[in-house]
C-alpha cells in the first residue's frame, strides 16, 4: 500500500494563477479531508468529503474547491491563488470518524 | 464553535524524565480524540485514538487519557527519549468526519 500520497510536494504560483493539489489514498477509506498549516499553527480543515460525490465544507473553504468523483482521489483546487493561500496542504484519509492517516503535504509558495 | 487548545506550547526536558501534555476543548460533543506527531517538514503520524466511550488509550510509552465532561485530554509520555523530540497535536472529531486541531506542544529532550 502507498497510503496516502499527494502531488506536487512542492510548488509556486504567481497571484491570480490556479492550480489543483493531487491527493489519492489506496485504502478504500470513504473518508477524505483538506487541511492547511501555517508556521507555528495547527491544522485547518478546509474541505472534507464522506464518500464519492460527497463533500462538504470545513473551516476555511473560501478560495478552494473540491470534487470526489472516485473513493481513491480528492483533488483540491485553487481557483485565483493569493498570498494568503502560502501554507503546506495536507490531505488525509479514514475508515469512517475514526483513524486518519495523512500525506506528506504540498508546501504551496504564491508570489 | 469548536475551539483546541494545548499548552505548553513548547517543553524541554532531560532524557529519562516522564512527562504530561495536555490538551483542552470547549465542546464536549466530541466522537473521538487523536494524538498526532509531527517531525519537522513531514506529515502526521497517528499515536492514539480514544472514542469518546473511552477513558484512557495505551501504546508502549505513551497513554493517553480523556475527559470528556472537563473538555481535557493528556498525552502521558514515560521515560522520554531524544527521538521522542517533535510536535504534539490534538485532533478532537464529529461523527461526521471534521476535525479540529489544537496548535501543538513542541518537545525537546535533552541527551
Known amino acids: 500500500n502507498a497510503g496516502v500520497t499527494q502531488t506536487p510536494k512542492f510548488q509556486v504560483l504567481k497571484t491570480g494563477q490556479s492550480m489543483t493539489l493531487q491527493c489519492a489514498q489506496d485504502?478504500?477509506?470513504?473518508?477524505m479531508s483538506w487541511y492547511r498549516q501555517d508556521p507555528g499553527m495547527g491544522l485547518r480543515l478546509i474541505h472534507y468529503?464522506?464518500?464519492?460525490?460527497?463533500?462538504d465544507q470545513g473551516e476555511v473553504p473560501n478560495g478552494y474547491n473540491v470534487s470526489r468523483s472516485t473513493t481513491e482521489d480528492f483533488p483540491l483546487r485553487l481557483l485565483s491563488a493569493a498570498p494568503s493561500q502560502t501554507s503546506v496542504y495536507f490531505c488525509?484519509?479514514?475508515?469512517?470518524?475514526?483513524?486518519?492517516?495523512f500525506g506528506p503535504g504540498t508546501r504551496l509558495t504564491v508570489l | 464553535k469548536q475551539e483546541v487548545t494545548q499548552i505548553p506550547a513548547a517543553l524541554s526536558v532531560p532524557e529519562g524524565e516522564n512527562l504530561v501534555l495536555n490538551c483542552s476543548f470547549t465542546?464536549?460533543?466530541?466522537?473521538?480524540l487523536q494524538w498526532f506527531r509531527q517531525d519537522p517538514g513531514k506529515g502526521l503520524t497517528s499515536l492514539l485514538l480514544?472514542?469518546?466511550?473511552?477513558r484512557e488509550q495505551t501504546s508502549g510509552r505513551l497513554n493517553a487519557s480523556l475527559d470528556k465532561s472537563s473538555g481535557r485530554s493528556t498525552l502521558y509520555i514515560a521515560a522520554s527519549q531524544p527521538g521522542d523530540s517533535a510536535t504534539y497535536l490534538c485532533?478532537?472529531?464529529?461523527?461526521?468526519?471534521?476535525?479540529?486541531f489544537g496548535d501543538g506542544t513542541t518537545l525537546t529532550v535533552k541527551p
Open positions: 465542546d464536549s460533543a466530541i466522537y473521538n
Open positions: 485532533a478532537v472529531g464529529t461523527n461526521a468526519g471534521k476535525s479540529t
Open positions: 485504502m478504500n477509506h470513504e473518508y
Open positions: 488525509a484519509s479514514s475508515w469512517g470518524p475514526d483513524t486518519q492517516y
Open positions: 468529503s464522506v464518500g464519492a460525490g460527497i463533500t
Open positions: 480514544i472514542q469518546s466511550s473511552q
